[in-house]
């Protein structure tokens, strides 16, 4: 069974960073891209950004929002994905989703919450 | 304001059948056939229903289909049943020079 496991999250201040863990199980990890998506309270689903498999160079893509704030890696060996957030704003408050896959997204992990706040 | 529009609410009565829309650009939905559709019901993780815009994965049942025409990609339930009432959301593949991966606001489906 694939599970998806989202930890990390938290209370933080303005400015400040985190970093998010993603733990996969129930698939050959490194054979998959991973996605990170965001859901502010109240609001729509956010694409964040991916970071392909290996095979495809491992290279990562982010949305504007959070390009050059936010970093995507992996460590195939532990199945982990990793998002770090650093210069933290207020906007960036929301639920941070992983999921597998890079054009459509076929699991999906509960979910952290994040909240960016003084 | 999100890259794709979808309607805000629709609804409908058990049995029968919602088309919910979404409407991209030429640069989105009009250029790939790369359109997703996501169930997501109050405080749970998104569910995919449709990938390459008419493919179902398995344990989605048949009741859920996908189409597009142009630039406006379609999901329709049919036979709603009570359970069906939640958030949907669509999602194209948008090429990697602006955005790649682009989202409708949602649309929230009643079960009358």
């Known amino acids: 069974e694939v599970q998806l496991v989202e930890s990390g999250g938290g209370l933080v201040q303005p400015g400040r960073s985190l970093r998010l863990s993603c733990t996969a199980s129930?698939?050959?990890?490194?054979?998959?891209?991973m996605s990170w998506f965001r859901q502010a309270p109240g609001k729509g689903l956010e694409w964040v950004g991916f970071i392909r498999s290996k095979a495809y160079g491992g290279t990562t893509e982010y949305a504007a929002s959070v390009k050059g704030r936010f970093t995507i890696s992996r460590d195939d060996s532990k199945s982990i994905a990793y998002l770090q957030m650093n210069s933290l704003k207020t906007e960036d408050t929301a639920v941070y989703y992983c999921t597998r896959g890079s054009r459509y997204f076929d699991y999906w992990g509960q979910g952290t919450l994040v909240t960016v706040s003084s | 304001q999100s890259a794709l529009t979808q309607p805000r609410s629709v609804s409908g009565s058990p049995g029968q059948s919602v088309t919910i829309s979404c409407t991209g650009t030429?640069?989105?939905?009009?250029?790939?056939?790369?359109v997703s559709w996501y169930q997501q019901h109050p405080g749970k993780a998104p569910k995919l229903m449709i990938y390459d815009v008419s493919k179902r994965p398995s344990g989605v049942p048949d009741r859920f289909s996908g189409s597009k025409s142009g630039n406006t990609a379609s999901l329709t339930i049919s036979g709603l049943q009570a359970e069906d009432e939640a958030d949907y959301y669509c999602?194209?593949?948008?090429?990697?020079?602006?955005?790649?991966?682009?989202f409708g606001g949602g649309t929230k489906l009643t079960v009358l």
């Open positions: 030429s640069s989105d939905v009009g250029g790939y056939n790369y």
């Open positions: 999602c194209s593949y948008a090429g990697s020079y602006t955005l790649d991966v682009v």
């Open positions: 129930g698939f050959t990890f490194g054979d998959y891209a």
